[in-house]
T-cell receptor, first 115, second 114 residues
């Protein structure tokens, strides 16, 4: 079956601009996660959705970052007033819920470059 | 602050050998543990999950968990050049508000030479 999809695959933007990154989870997965990964580092948690609501948004670095999942499927990560330090690969993952082990499956990522 | 520590490597093994990757974590309440493989320029791919003490085998991969020592490892038997990648260890508390959050190490780079 289809995996997690993310668009765009690459995004180059100028400092100060607004960007939106989209994630389409695996069909039937109710949980959705956003991470970002810088070169040489492991993924860093940003936010976790259970259905339509953000169950844990404590990883968002500041109020320039916001994410929504209005219908409990597709999610959009929104970054306002981008800064060069926001440059990273933004990864989306999804999982089933219920049970003990939350196996998260990642999409291909969006490489964001802020110039 | 949750810490997940991995040797950054690089770890280099010959084809056919056993590769051993190690991970320690700081939070005793961690419940679930995962190994991901990440090829250069690609996203992480889940290869193993484990949540009970002991060993779990899947093909050429064996995950080992020791909660008392706060240690999880991944063994790759009969290593192949196609196993050359960065291996990420991830830990989940499995409770409360951080139920979904994975804490990742920085990864160990593995090279399998022919």
């Amino acid at each position: 079956g289809a995996g997690v999809s993310q668009t765009p695959s690459n995004k180059v933007t100028e400092k100060g601009k607004y960007v939106e990154l989209r994630c389409d989870p695996i069909s039937g997965h109710t949980a959705l996660y956003w991470y970002r990964q810088s070169l040489g580092q492991g993924p860093e948690f940003l936010i976790y959705f259970q259905g339509t609501g953000a169950a844990d948004d404590s990883g968002l670095p500041n109020d320039r970052f916001f994410a929504v999942r209005p219908e409990g499927s597709v999610s959009t990560l929104k970054i306002q007033r981008t800064e060069r330090g926001d440059s990273a690969v933004y990864l989306c993952a999804s999982s089933l819920t219920g049970g003990f082990v939350y196996e998260q499956y990642f999409g291909p990522g969006t490489r964001l470059t802020v110039t | 602050q949750k810490e997940v520590e991995q040797n950054s490597g690089p770890l280099s093994v010959p084809e056919g050998a056993i590769a051993s990757l190690n991970c320690t974590y700081s939070d005793r309440v961690s419940q679930s543990f995962f190994w991901y493989r990440q090829y250069s320029g690609k996203s992480p791919e889940l290869i193993m999950s484990i949540y009970s003490n002991g060993d779990k085998e899947d093909g050429r991969f064996t995950a080992q968990l020791n909660k008392a020592s706060q240690y999880v490892s991944l063994l790759i038997r009969d290593s192949q050049p196609s196993d050359s990648a960065t291996y990420l260890c991830a830990v989940n508390e499995g409770r409360g508000s951080t139920l979904g959050r994975l804490y990742f190490g920085r990864g160990t780079q593995l090279t399998v030479w022919p």
